[in-house]
């Protein structure tokens, strides 16, 4: 999955591979690298069931996990750099934003369609369709 054709992946991950974000594909294989590199995640990313808790560095400009030397340990005995970071998290949670914000774009879009419909079929607005 991680190198497999944008297309292909469109067709197989998506419910709506026409109108997906530019970043979707890129988005799709970071959660695949990421379930790679934690399998466990109770065992890797939550060690003894521990939260992980993120404040914001106005130094770092990012969102900076909170004690890590209590997570992920490298050989060195220092906190291995994960292969999915935070600015990564952030940055997919933002593009979920733009994504529910999208969603909530089309449906304002279909309720006005709905609502020009009914005036034109001349159905009071507080009158149900069958379907509703």
Known sequence: WLTVPDEYMLSKCSTSPLV???H???D????????ISDPD???TIFKDGRSREY???DVAGEWCLVNPELFRQGESGQPAKPSFSVQDFYASVKKMKDIVKLVETEFHRLLIRVSIERKFRGIPQSKKFPHE
């Open 20 to 22: 997906e974000p530019p």
């Open 24 to 26: 979707f594909c890129e």
């Open 28 to 35: 799709t294989r970071n959660s695949f690298r990421r379930m």
């Open 41 to 43: 995640p109770l065992k």
């Open 55 to 57: 404040e914001w560095s």
